[in-house]
């Protein structure tokens, strides 16, 4: 966390907005801080109609999302693909990475294995093996230098298993589900680099996440891509149930909550 005062949600949607922001890097991989968003064609909203609720969740959900880090706290940043790392947090010691979501190739996990020199493991019950090395155990594992392997490799071991994100243990279609927490069990604090990508499971596992902080210290980076319209097929039928408003609305507040922590 930053030392910095946080901003309102105004504040941040007004400074995002602003003729004068600026991009901190010319990086076309994520950057840190507040982004700049484009001028709207014609200064008109580029929809035909515009929802109230619809524009409040958009505004928290930037603010959520906004990196409150700064540059000399964190040592440097390394930005790549849609991260952007505090370079201070990558430095833990007997550190392992969780990757939730591999299909063909994960580039998150082999740069947490060339580049830090950490131990993963990859989960993903969709992808079929014939199709992603990684999955099938066939990439270079611990074997060789990966500067000289192009394609799928890591330096530091890795694991993989065909199971799949969820709020709990269960089997779906013939698909096996297994928590984070059950990832994280004997796991210590600041201990663990967690990924998630797993097309809409994650905000269940998120909001078991947010009832935990034992398990919460245990993690030392969260990075997840997150999708507000899936309904995927482990979700409660309460859920399911809901309206698209609620259903939204308590998905941003999930990110409210862990910017909170994260």
Not at 206 to 212: A, D, K
């Amino acid at each position: 966390k930053s030392s910095e005062p946080e901003l309102s949600v105004q504040e941040i949607v007004e400074k995002s907005m602003s003729p004068e922001c600026r991009r901190s890097t010319s990086s076309a991989s994520s950057r840190p801080g507040i982004p700049c968003l484009p001028p709207l064609p014609g200064g008109k909203d580029p929809w035909k109609v515009s929802t109230p609720w619809r524009v409040a969740l958009g505004e928290r959900t930037l603010a959520a999302v906004t990196g409150r880090a700064k540059e000399e706290e964190c040592k440097g940043f390394e930005l790549f693909g849609d991260s952007t790392w505090c370079n201070l947090a990558m430095k833990g010691k007997d550190v392992l990475g969780l990757s939730y979501g591999i299909e063909e190739r994960d580039l998150w996990s082999e740069k947490m294995s060339n580049v830090y020199r950490m131990p993963t493991r990859l989960f993903d019950c969709f992808i079929n093996p014939a199709r992603s090395p990684p999955m099938a155990g066939k990439a270079p594992n611990a074997t060789t230098d990966c500067r000289k392997h192009p394609g799928h490799c890591y330096e530091t071991q890795y694991e993989s298993y065909r199971i799949c994100l969820g709020p709990e243990r269960t089997t779906i279609h013939g698909r096996k589900y297994e928590t984070l927490l059950d990832s994280l069990r004997g796991r210590r604090p600041l201990s663990t680099h967690v990924k998630i990508d797993s097309e809409g499971t994650e905000w269940a596992v998120l909001e078991q996440l947010l009832e935990s902080p034992e398990d919460q210290d245990k993690i030392r980076t969260l990075e997840m891509e997150v999708h507000f319209s899936y309904v995927p097929e482990g979700d409660s039928e309460s859920f399911k149930q809901m309206t698209e408003q609620a259903r939204l609305e308590q998905r941003v507040l999930v990110l409210e909550r862990l910017s909170e922590r994260f």
